[in-house]
């Protein structure tokens, strides 16, 4: 389904009933990547997926994507579907928009589940890898999206995975440039949003994984635990959705049962 953004198509669907569940994707990520998850979590919720501008099925709409403008695609989704209150589960990316909905949004977050996620911004050195990410993207798109993708794995489970690797680097392949190019610089340029996690006074988790090659565990477990948020960690690397299917969905449906 589609919904209008500013006259630009946004993609999403829906499954189930219940409180509602907005689950978030990653960089060079679709809605495609919780198919998994769904059906356990459609049990019991209203789950809501959606992809982010210029990835998956939805239009580019900015030269920057930045974390405050696709929290506002998600809010206007949400007043498009009458939510007024819902978990947010964000992986990577998707729990940077996560923390920009919840400081633009509090008052309608019910629980924050970050997925190999951080509340940080990037380092100055991270900017920079961005910054020179943006140069091997413009030179050769593929071919920094194979590099990309591949490292979302752990290096002793990229083998194991080798097939759903190739698709999502096939799908990757598949969102326009400038979407690409535009969520990359929203990244590079997010703010930190520490204190925002540290003082939203609801439900609050961090699921993290032993092997993640983007995050370093001990290092993202106390600035987490330093904002009272609850860890939780799981085998696997990065793309845990992919890695350990049934870490996080058992994860999950704890956290949205209690």
């Not at 974390?67 to 579907?81: P, R, T, Y």
């Not at 909905?101 to 008052?107: D, G, H, K, T, V």
């Not at 019910?110 to 993207?137: H, Y």
Request: charged letters at 25%; glycine letters at 6%.
């Amino acid at each position: 389904m589609n919904f209008n953004y500013n006259t630009n198509q946004i993609y999403y669907e829906t499954y189930g009933k219940g409180p509602a569940l907005v689950l978030l994707h990653g960089f060079l990520e679709s809605s495609a990547m919780w198919e998994k998850l769904i059906s356990q979590l459609e049990k019991n919720n209203f789950v809501i997926t959606l992809d982010f501008p210029g990835h998956g099925k939805s239009d580019v709409i900015s030269e920057i994507h930045s974390m405050e403008l696709m929290a506002g695609v998600v809010e206007q989704l949400l007043e498009h579907l009458q939510i007024d209150s819902t978990t947010f589960v964000g992986h990577s990316m998707g729990g940077y928009v996560t923390m920009a909905y919840a400081e633009l949004f509090p008052e309608k977050m019910e629980r924050l589940i970050l997925l190999n996620s951080t509340p940080a911004a990037d380092t100055e050195e991270k900017k920079e890898i961005r910054n020179r990410s943006l140069k091997v993207f413009e030179k050769n798109p593929s071919a920094f999206i194979s590099m990309a993708i591949s490292n979302l794995f752990a290096e002793t489970s990229r083998q194991k995975f080798s097939k759903e690797i190739e698709s999502l680097k096939e799908e990757a392949n598949s969102f326009p440039l400038n979407g690409i190019k535009a969520a990359l610089k929203g990244m590079r340029d997010r703010k930190d949003r520490t204190k925002v996690l540290k003082n939203f006074n609801k439900e609050k988790y961090s699921i993290l994984s032993e092997s993640d090659p983007l995050l370093e565990l001990e290092e993202t477990k106390k600035l987490a635990e330093s904002c009272n948020s609850k860890v939780i960690t799981i085998d696997g690397g990065h793309h845990s959705t992919y890695e350990n299917l049934n870490g996080v969905l058992k994860n999950l449906t704890h956290i949205l049962e209690t």
